[in-house]
């Protein structure tokens, strides 16, 4: 893998199918990992060993976990937040634990009823766990530049609370721009800080698609050095009841304006294309991507044969 | 107005409604262009002088051309295509008129039934007319990196047709990226190639957002000195029989993207969402723009206070 080359972790399992009200069967969601796995992707966000009541389309968890297809290289991930995920997790293969947080207090409480002292306090033992059963831990940082409650965030603060999950243990933190208001000059100030505080390599960027940002983002931290990149097959992701209203920045249209830029992913964009459609059709919605509809041929192709000026 | 700042042209009466296929009454356009003038917008599109057989949707030009709303400050522009156009322009107080061709021969073919060539000499008499009442024209270049029919395009032909277009008197040239496949890298090696020929400084880039990369591409544009940005108001100018489907990229998520980074458009947003709410009433369907949608409320906005961890 050339430096230039980037990796990215497809949450659509996971971070997509979550807030998704049309139940999933566990075969269909086998069948979609399987088939982001034969696409390509080394990384996959597979589900989160939360409480039922919780997250309910991912009450098949430990299912899903223990059904994983097994493919050399690929690394599946799942949300582990306590001790019940950890006694769950434990009996699986999945490879790495994910523990999260935020830069906001105030969306820490409304997200997860805990300071963020509390938070990490409460996943202090999911980490030594996963040391004790040679998994590793991804942490995810939530609004690290925007929160619906706070609005702008410090990015001092964002960078305190990623350099507490790396010396916390964490291999990785995943930064989630949670709710899309982010663009490029923050993007930037956010990974410089990072990079000035030496952590910024070991950072993956989690972006929305809320207010169309989530390429243009990509950009702005790709050319600081970020190469790790989180998203969803389709825009997986958003909410449900408003079709064509994006969630998580999708896998497709990145990959295709990496591809454009010369930059491998690993992951083959029609390969990609035919796993989201297995999604598409469990859920019975569009998916947001521009370039999965515009590939599945919904989106806007040639014109036909009037004048096009533009 | 500082050097970081920049102008959006608002296509979104033209070019945004030229393939609709629902009919906006003159009334309803004139309303729309009266609310882009006072969102801010300094440059709008109005209409086209072309054949009302070839743009049904725009064959009130002259109407719509005589009753725009005078405003201080505000250029309007039409598409003035041969010396029908002029007839019909020069008697409207349009003050930019607007050429077209491509630097792909086979798109010129098949848009406009002429060679490269042939389209130069078809508007010769435009730039002639145009010259002696006092008016400015604007050259469109379309299929500036990829092309429908012939696929990637040699950017030194872009480069060349670009020349010409101001070489013969266009004032300023407009870079379509007709088909939506351009991605950051080509932009960035396209407008290098136009800065090291000296003609960046009076080049538009026109954008769409069929795969995505509106936004992004804007970005690499305007970090190699472009100012000048086509829109459309919600992204008008989408496939109409797919909802969601993007086409121009959309004026709101370019000052979405623009107000974060601290650099002026001179637009309100929203106002902007207020003119383009006008369209989507008189259409009948939403519009595509991220942006729009999330402020319309139909987006994204916080998650249910349920787990979010990302």
């Keep these: 893998m050339s430096p230039d080359d980037v990796t990215i972790v497809e949450v659509g399992p996971r971070d997509g199918l979550q807030n998704e009200p049309n139940h999933v069967s566990t075969e269909r969601k086998i069948a979609f990992i399987e088939a982001l796995a034969d696409a390509g992707h080394r990384r996959i966000e597979a589900t989160a060993f939360v409480h039922p009541k919780v997250i309910p389309q991912l009450a098949d968890a430990d299912v899903v ?5 097994e493919r050399e290289g690929v690394t599946y991930t799942a949300l582990v937040p306590n001790d019940h995920g950890v006694a769950r997790a434990r009996k699986t293969g999945i490879s790495q634990w994910a523990v999260f947080t935020a830069a906001s207090e105030t969306f820490n409480q409304k997200n997860i009823k805990a300071s963020i002292d509390e938070s990490f306090a409460r996943f202090a033992s999911v980490l030594e766990a996963a ?8 942490g995810y940082c939530s609004t690290i530049l925007h929160c619906p409650y706070e609005g702008r965030i410090d990015p001092s603060l964002t960078v305190s609370v990623v350099r507490r999950l790396i010396d916390v243990g964490c291999e990785e933190v995943s930064l989630g721009e949670t709710i899309g208001r982010g663009t490029p000059g923050e993007i930037r100030d956010l990974c410089g800080r990072l990079a000035v505080e030496g952590v910024l390599d070991r950072c993956a960027v989690h972006f929305h698609d809320t207010y169309g940002m989530g390429c243009a ?4 931290a790709y050319e600081l050095g970020v190469r790790t990149f989180d998203a969803s097959a389709g825009g997986l992701g958003g909410c449900p009841y408003a079709p064509g209203a994006a969630g998580n920045t999708a896998t497709e249209d990145l990959i295709f304006m990496f591809n454009g830029m010369g930059v491998k992913t690993g992951v083959d964009l029609e390969a990609q294309v035919a796993a989201s459609l297995l999604m598409e059709e469990a859920l019975g919605h569009t998916l947001p991507s521009h370039t999965y509809r515009a590939l599945r041929g919904r989106g806007q192709g040639p014109k036909p044969d009037h004048l096009e000026m533009s």
């Excluded at 040391?131 to 991804?138: I, K, L, W």
């Excluded at 983002?217 to 702005?220: E, H």
């Design 65 to 69: 976990a223990s059904r994983l297809p």
């Design 131 to 138: 040391r004790e059963c040679g998994r590793t831990v991804r």
């Design 217 to 220: 983002n990509a950009l702005a």
